[in-house]
């Protein structure tokens, strides 16, 4: 298996402009998480999936970022209008509801929004 | 609300001597507890977890981890450290209810000078 795949792998991109990042899981994974990486922050979950639906979005900073899985094999998280303070690294990570939660990450995707 | 602490931003150690990075963590219940290794420019990659059973876990690349209840604590440990271990490691918590976020400590980075 290939593993978690994520991309773009960097995205540059100016402020304002909508930015869409994309995710493959793991076949037969079936939880599906996205994650934002900064210095300050730290690793924060912005959302959750479970057979496709969305169970926890309590992370998302606010109503520009959305997230969909629109089946088992993708997920997209979408930042419109993007800002400065967008800019991190944004992990997807999966799981199989069957396992005991050894989450298995994507190399990333590194955002610069100026 | 469960929660990480990793006390230390980094820990310096020569190679070939033992090396600890601490973890102590908050959840309701049981735990289940796990570290990762990030590389630069890489995503997280699973070392070790806790689920039940031997409180001493042994991992990926030697690593090895003691969960200790009354302390609640669940540091990282390699009896003989490497160059090739210099990286950022994340200690991570989930409680054993239905919900399957995991929740990540600040991370320690671990220099290990030759």
């Known amino acids: 298996d290939a593993g978690v795949i994520q991309s773009p792998r960097h995205e540059v991109t100016e402020m304002g402009q909508e930015v869409t990042l994309r995710c493959k899981p793991i076949s037969g994974h079936d939880y599906l998480f996205w994650y934002r990486q900064t210095m300050m922050r730290g690793l924060e979950l912005l959302i959750y999936f479970n057979n496709n639906v969305p169970i926890d979005d309590s992370g998302m900073p606010e109503d520009r970022f959305s997230a969909k899985m629109p089946n088992a094999s993708f997920s997209t998280l979408k930042i419109q209008p993007s800002e400065p303070r967008d800019s991190a690294v944004y992990f997807c990570?999966?799981?199989?509801?069957?396992?005991?939660?050894?989450?298995?990450f994507g190399p990333g995707t590194r955002l610069t929004v100026l | 609300a469960q929660s990480v602490a990793q006390p230390e931003d980094q820990v310096n150690v020569a190679e070939g001597n033992p090396l600890t990075v601490k973890c102590t963590y908050s959840?309701?219940?049981?735990?289940?507890l796990f570290w990762y290794v990030q590389y630069p420019n890489r995503g997280l990659q699973f070392l070790l977890k806790y689920i039940t059973g031997d409180n001493l876990v042994k991992g990926s690349y030697g690593f090895e981890a003691e969960f200790n209840k009354s302390q609640t604590s669940f540091h990282l440990k390699k009896p003989s450290a490497l160059v090739s271990d210099s990286a950022l490691y994340f200690c991570a918590v989930r409680d054993k209810t239905g919900r399957r976020a995991l929740t990540f400590g600040s991370g320690t980075r671990l220099q290990v000078q030759p």
């Open positions: 990570a999966t799981i199989t509801g069957a396992s005991t939660d050894t989450q298995y």
């Open positions: 959840v309701s219940g049981n735990p289940y």
